[in-house]
């Protein structure tokens, strides 16, 4: 056996492992039956996919996809000014991409749990807008969509900033120049050079940030409430209270494909082959 | 008529260095000025102070008269081709040319843009990207891009630095007729001594932000202003406070009759085609070049010779 094969070696017994022998169970799992007791029995059924299609299930999948697609929205909002602040801070662009990173330092759970207190009835906020006699009432700021989008895009933030930043920080400042230089003010130049200039990053964090928004569980379930309110929740709940297996497992492949489409569609365009 | 350009005691202090020090320049419309000087010299940091990118510590720059220091470069009738050309590299050689027409939103853009390429003969190529053209390319598309704006006065910052040496000379060659024309003032910033000579009706010699000369190559080159201007624009032999130019500069066997001289001994010659040059060594230990045409050459290595030269070919400093 030679060395290169050897050293290929832990990482083929990972993968195999961890990853395709249980990617192999999901989907036997996704066209068994239910069993009385929980777990799974024959017949081989495509009844778990048809559930799929009921209007109560596919109002959780529009309603993961709009939540993932309005977060990625937010954050490329929230992320783009950001990172060409942090490009152009000069000295102290370390500083302030150590800062982005900082939430990391922490669990994501902890930081999750954080928001609870921030946002509840007798959180951080309703207090001081109490205190302060602008409202005479608590403000329903957890348990709804907002709360899941608010913890969506302060966790997912980052992954934005990132790769937007290593782009912008790739770009020729003499073509800032060139652009002043034939007459367009900083608003054009905006528009004309440095957006078009930083597709790839713009694609890349979008992507970085939009598929685990898709599949996310965590945060719509300590924020949006215990509701089945995206597709990881439904998953969850499958394997866990409704204890139906093979139609969490139909949902979680449905997730993952939808995942990897977006995905390929991504590795095969321009913006994704000038990125590496 | 104003000047074009008006250079008045402008002054430009970077932390611990003066990049430009009391630099006052006047240029007519439609000329072709060098700014010449080694590296260093600040002639690209008054270049970036006239194109808006950097602005003076002190002092005025005019532009047809009217003051413009202050003034961002979108707000000045200047343009700059930069010196690795900066194309856009998402926009096709096209839609480069047409950037700026678009941003004074022009009638017609594209077909100027066009007119403009087909200016730097490079029409057919339109629709590449910038990855796709070859340097000399890329240099007529800049060149396109800041002419169509028919700016009052175009900077060119060492734009044929980044060529090889026969595509070079083409381009100096283009560029001299691109300016003739197109009528357009243009301040050209070189360290080539050979490229300002050549090309400029006028220019000016920087050494540590100053202008130490502004004027005809021919008067530069024969009458400089002061010893580093003899310097940097070809060699200058040194007989005590006078300065002598190599070609101007004889030698002999015998002892010259009338004029001045000094012994000297013969270190190496170097053979260059149309002449040679003899390097020799004075007796006081200075070295010296004698350019001599190639069928006066008679002399040895190590030979004792009499080094001469025209009282009339002495350049004097205060």
């Known amino acids: ?276 | 008529m104003d000047p074009v350009l008006e250079l008045r005691n402008v002054i430009k202090d970077f932390p611990g260095q003066r990049a430009v020090d009391h630099v006052s320049l006047t240029l007519e419309p439609g000329g072709f000025y060098s700014l010449l000087g080694p590296s260093g010299c600040g002639k690209t940091t008054t270049l970036r102070l006239i194109g808006g990118f950097d602005q003076p510590t002190a002092g005025e720059v005019l532009l047809n008269g009217a003051r413009v220091d202050g003034l961002k470069p979108y707000e000045r009738n200047v343009s700059t081709v930069f010196q690795n050309y900066a194309l856009f590299p998402h926009l096709t050689a096209l839609r480069n040319v047409e950037f700026g027409l678009r941003e004074r939103r022009a009638v017609n853009s594209e077909s100027k843009a066009l007119a403009a390429l087909e200016l730097v003969q490079l029409a057919a190529k339109q629709d590449r990207y910038p990855a796709q053209l070859s340097g000399g390319e890329k240099q007529r598309v800049a060149l396109a891009r800041s002419i169509v704006l028919e700016p009052q006065l175009l900077l060119l910052d060492e734009p044929l630095a980044a060529l090889d040496p026969k595509l070079r000379k083409q381009m100096r060659a283009e560029l001299k007729a691109m300016q003739r024309k197109t009528g357009i003032a243009f301040l050209f910033v070189t360290h080539d001594q050979e490229e300002a000579l050549s090309l400029s009706d006028k220019l000016a010699v920087m050494n540590q932000g100053r202008i130490e000369q502004f004027g005809t190559p021919m008067d530069v080159y024969l009458r400089p202003a002061t010893p580093f201007v003899a310097g940097f624009l070809g060699a200058i032999n040194w007989f005590g406070k006078a300065g002598v130019r190599p070609e101007s500069t004889r030698i002999s066997h015998e002892i010259p009759e009338g004029v001045p001289w000094r012994r000297a001994a013969v270190e190496s010659t170097l053979f260059l085609g149309n002449c040679v040059h003899l390097n020799a060594l004075l007796e006081n230990g200075d070295r010296v070049i004698a350019e001599v045409p190639r069928d006066h050459h008679t002399f040895q290595e190590g030979e004792s010779v009499c080094i001469h030269w025209r009282p009339a070919d002495e350049l004097h400093f205060e």
Request: net charge positive.
């Open chain 1, 1 to 276: 056996m030679n060395l290169r094969r050897l050293c290929l070696l832990p990482a083929r017994l990972w993968t195999a492992l961890f990853f395709a022998i249980p990617l192999a169970i999901v989907v036997a799992y996704s066209f068994l039956t239910r069993g009385d007791y929980g777990g799974v029995e024959q017949p081989w059924t495509l009844e778990n996919y048809q559930r799929l299609a009921d209007p109560l299930y596919l109002a959780i999948l529009w309603r993961s996809v709009w939540i993932a697609a309005l977060a990625t929205a937010l954050c490329a909002l929230l992320g783009f000014p950001l990172a060409l602040f942090i490009v152009r801070a000069g000295a102290r662009r370390n500083l302030y991409l150590q800062l982005v990173l900082l939430p990391f330092w922490t669990s994501f759970l902890v930081r999750t749990y954080a928001w609870l207190f921030i946002l509840r009835d007798t959180g951080l906020i309703n207090t001081m807008l109490l205190s302060l006699h602008l409202i005479r009432t608590p403000l329903q700021l957890l348990y709804n969509e907002g709360a899941v989008l608010t913890g969506l895009v302060y966790n997912f933030l980052p992954f934005f900033v990132l790769p937007v930043y290593a782009t912008l920080e790739r770009l020729d400042p003499a073509l800032l120049e060139a652009a002043a230089d034939l007459g367009a003010r900083p608003f054009a130049t905006l528009r004309r050079v440095i957006i078009p200039l930083s597709t790839p990053g713009i694609v890349a964090g979008s992507v970085l940030v939009f598929i685990p928004c898709l599949g996310a569980y965590l945060t719509p379930d300590l924020l949006g409430g215990g509701k089945s309110v995206m597709l990881g929740n439904l998953v969850q709940n499958q394997f866990t209270t409704a204890r139906d297996w093979p139609f969490g497992s139909a949902a979680s492949l449905i997730l993952m494909l939808a995942s990897a489409i977006l995905l390929i569609l991504l590795m095969r365009s321009r913006a994704a082959r000038e990125l590496m």
